[in-house]
Structure formats: C-alpha cells, structure tokens
C-alpha cells in the first residue's frame, strides 16, 4: 500500500521521510516554503545520530494525487486545519481510501468520519520540529517514537497491524492498539501544557498551572465518562524511548505549539486542546478557569504574531477567572 503524508510538518515529514527510505511508496503534501524546499532539495530529515537528505515526491495539493483505493492517507496539518483538509480529500479521493490521524487532539477523527469510513486513530510519542523549510529535526533515534495505531472509535484490524509493522520497520516502535482514543486522550492530558511552555518557556510546565489544569480535565473526563490510559501505562510506553538527545548540537526547542509561535504562522491548535477542555466543562458543567485561561492566552499570542516565551506566570494567573 501506498502512503501518502497530508501535512508533511514536523511528524507527517518524519513518519513519511522515514518510510521512504526504507522502501515504502509515499507521496508528501506540503505547502507554502516547505513544500518549495521539499520539491528543490529534498527532505533534509537529522537525528541525534546522523543526517540525510531524501527525496520523497511531494505535491501541493490532494487534487494532483493519482488515487487508489488502498492508499493510507496519513495526516499530520494541525486539527484548525483538518475540516479543510478532509474536504478537499472527499472531493478528489475515493472514499474507499485509508484516513490515519497521526495528530494531537481528540476531533480530528471525528471530522474525517464525516467523509470517510476507514479512519484510524495514531497517538504519536515522537518529539521532532519543523521551524525551518525543508528541515525536520527528531530527537530519539533508535527507536524514534512510539506510534499506537487502532480503529476509530476502537479496534483493531489487519490493516492497523499492517501499518503498525510497517513503522516498526521504518524505524519506530509502531504498536497496533484496539484501544487508541485512551491513548490519545493521555496524550492530551500532556498537551494542556503546550500553550502554557509556549507562552511562558519550558520551565512553566513544572509548575501548578500545569497541574491544575490536567485536574480540570480528569474532572472533565469522569463527567463526560471518557477512558484514559494511566499515567502508569504511560510511563510504560515510554521507557521504550532511549533519552532525548540534541540533534546537530540543538536541543528539542519544544512542542508543537511552541513551534506555531516561532514560526509566526498566526495560528495555533489550543482551541482543540486546552479547548477540548472547555468544551468538555461547558457540557457537563465543571469549571475549567485554568484551561480557559491558556486557550486565550495563546490564541492572543498566535494572533498578534508574538515569539515564545514572551509572557510570565503571572500574566497567566491574571487570566484566569
């Protein structure tokens, strides 16, 4: 089967660069500067122990993909991002076709069931960045992250343990799960710090904003009657990562709406993650003043094109109602 990487950013490029090079079909799907660097130079794809350039075809837009039925279409844009995404999918691909959600959050699955049958969930525990055009950094290598792959809304088929063996060959920790939206909704529990390390730097995530606003989603989720992978099972899942490393002499900048920021992309994806937060409080009727507080704190941020960083814990505390 052919893979086909739809938003080849951070992890599309190096779920899809390292699938290339080791002898699968793929097409990426890039866009603006990256999408010129990646068609001129190639991918440049580094890890902590070495660095390669790979010449992965690349296209500009879903409508040019020659389509097959058993292609697995890959996706890795932020989730503001998706609902666009998937409809100009159903408007040029089969709907036969294989939809894999390798990004954060908890709707993106939601939104491409909408249009497609066979979607799959991916919870993906692979620290990489993408600030520069044609560049991907990934920290651990090997292997270079643990990727869960099952059935949306559960299960697990051939085609997941397919995919899951493909990326463990490729160089990841792939791992078909009948269970994926537990782990992405742990995985979420960790995002809920992204908006705040982006605001206020790394060190803020140690602090009790941090906490406080995991509590309000574990409140959120026992309301709503959500399962979630414990942090036992977490910490499980990632003793199988050797420790992160700098790549080409650069630590691990940090998460991916850090990155947004950086960039000055003048969007970020808190509105589907601390966000998912609030929405889940305002439906069942629990509180989620910290989460509200960080969802506009960094949608100011990503609108008024500020760097990371730029702001304090104190800016934060003074949000929060």
């Known amino acids: 089967m052919r893979y086909v990487i739809y938003g080849a950013g951070a992890i599309g490029a190096t779920i899809g660069g390292q699938l290339f090079e080791h002898g699968h079909d793929v097409v990426l799907i890039a866009r603006g500067a990256h999408l010129r660097a990646l068609q001129q130079d190639g991918l440049r794809l580094c890890d902590p122990d070495r660095s390669r350039t790979i010449r992965v075809p690349t296209v500009e837009d ?23 995404a998937v409809e100009a999918l159903a408007g040029s691909a089969p709907p036969l076709i294989t939809i894999v959600c390798a990004q954060n959050g908890v709707e993106n699955e939601r939104l491409a069931l909408r249009h497609f049958d066979g979607v799959y969930g991916m919870c993906v525990m692979m620290p990489t960045s993408h600030v520069e055009p044609g560049l991907v950094h990934a920290y651990l290598a ?34 078909p799960s009948a269970d994926v939206m537990r782990w992405k909704y742990q995985k979420l529990l960790v995002n809920l710090g992204n908006a705040l390390t982006a605001a206020c ?31 036992e099972e977490e910490a499980e899942h990632r003793s199988a990562l050797a420790p992160q490393r700098p790549v080409e002499g650069r630590p691990w900048p940090g998460g991916s709406s850090w990155q947004s920021l950086a960039r ?28 509200a507080a960080l969802q506009r704190l960094a949608n100011e941020l990503a609108r008024s094109g500020a760097a990371p960083g730029t702001r ?10």
């Open 62 to 84: 879903p409508g040019v993909v020659e389509w097959q039925p058993d292609d697995v279409c890959v996706l890795g844009m932020k989730t503001q991002d998706t609902a666009a």
């Open 201 to 231: 730097g790394p060190a803020a995530r140690e602090g009790d904003l941090h906490h406080r606003a995991q509590a309000e989603a574990m409140a959120c989720f026992a309301a709503a009657g959500i399962e979630v992978a414990t942090d």
């Open 264 to 291: 000055g992309t003048g969007r970020i994806e808190t509105d589907y993650l601390n966000g998912e937060i609030v929405l889940l409080g305002r439906l069942h009727g629990v509180a989620t003043p910290v989460n």
């Open 142 to 175: 090997p292997p270079m992250g643990v990727l869960d792959v099952g059935r949306y809304p559960r299960g697990v088929d051939a085609l997941a343990e397919a995919v899951a063996a493909d990326l463990t060959a490729a160089g990841f920790d792939g791992r």
């Open 312 to 321: 304090t814990l104190e800016d934060v505390h003074r949000l929060i109602a």
